[in-house]
T-cell receptor, first 109, second 116 residues
Framework: SQQGEEDPQALSIQEGENATMNCSYK?????LQWYRQNSGRGLVHLIL?????REKHSGRLRVTLDTSKKSSSLLITASRAADTASYFC?????????FGKGNQVVVIP | NAGVMQNPRHLVRRRGQEARLRCSPM?????VYWYRQLPEEGLKFMVY????????ESGMPKERFSAEFPKEGPSILRIQQVVRGDSAAYFC??????????????FGAGTRLSVL
């Protein structure tokens, strides 16, 4: 079964820097989504990119999708301490979301 | 508009007991999904339901686990005769009628099950 896999798994940056996370998957998808999870909380949807889209922006977030390489990236620009969280990519196909293991991002004030 | 509501937030059970986890989807949402998250892991799909129908339960363990989404009331994930390996966070998500799984899924805060 397909599964997103994020790389790197842990990232520590200074406030104001950019954070980039990558995700790869194995099979055909309808869309790819990124979620954020704060410690001990539920997931918050960040952005959805469809399989026929290559790039999408939402505020300080930029997502790219390369279906030929089966990969996606999430860029958070001008990071803030409040961005500290785990970030998951999830691929949608066959009525389900398949999540990766997540990236732990720590933004140091 | 309240979000996805899950209760209880924390549930402690002894081995062999039953665990019942409840999920009320967002108002107007008719698709419900259950996921399980082990420590340091991503979420694993368990089951996808619509009102009174199980659409996809291929992620559910074959034994002891069941789910329902009745015409009235919340969706229920039931785990019978719990074992220590069932300890995890269980998340429910819902999506609106129009898109189903291809739409954005809105997650609840989860139920953290601890089996002693």
């Amino acid at each position: 079964s397909q599964q997103g896999e994020e790389d790197p798994q842990a990232l520590s940056i200074q406030e104001g820097e950019n954070a980039t996370m990558n995700c790869s998957y194995k099979t055909s998808i309808n869309n790819l989504q990124w979620y954020r999870q704060n410690s001990g909380r539920g997931l918050v949807h960040l952005i959805l990119i469809r399989s026929n889209e290559r790039e999408k922006h939402s505020g300080r977030l930029r997502v790219t999708l390369d279906t030929s390489k089966k990969s996606s990236s999430l860029l958070i620009t001008a990071s803030r301490a409040a961005d500290t969280a785990s970030y998951f990519c999830a691929t949608e196909a066959n009525n389900r979301l398949a999540f990766g293991k997540g990236n732990q991002v720590v933004v140091i004030p | 508009n309240a979000g996805v509501m899950q209760n209880p937030r924390h549930l402690v059970r002894r081995r062999g007991q039953e665990a019942r986890l409840r999920c009320s989807p967002m108002k107007g949402h008719s698709h419900v999904y259950w996921y399980r998250q082990l420590p340091e892991e991503g979420l694993k799909f368990m089951v996808y339901l619509q009102k009174e129908n199980i659409i996809d339960e291929s992620g559910m363990p074959k034994e002891r686990f069941s789910a329902e989404f009745p015409k009235e009331g919340p969706s229920i994930l039931r785990i019978q005769q719990v074992v220590r390996g069932d300890s995890a966070a269980y998340f429910c998500a819902s999506s609106p009628p129009s898109g189903g799984p291809k739409d954005i899924q809105y997650f609840g805060a989860g139920t953290r099950l601890s089996v002693l």
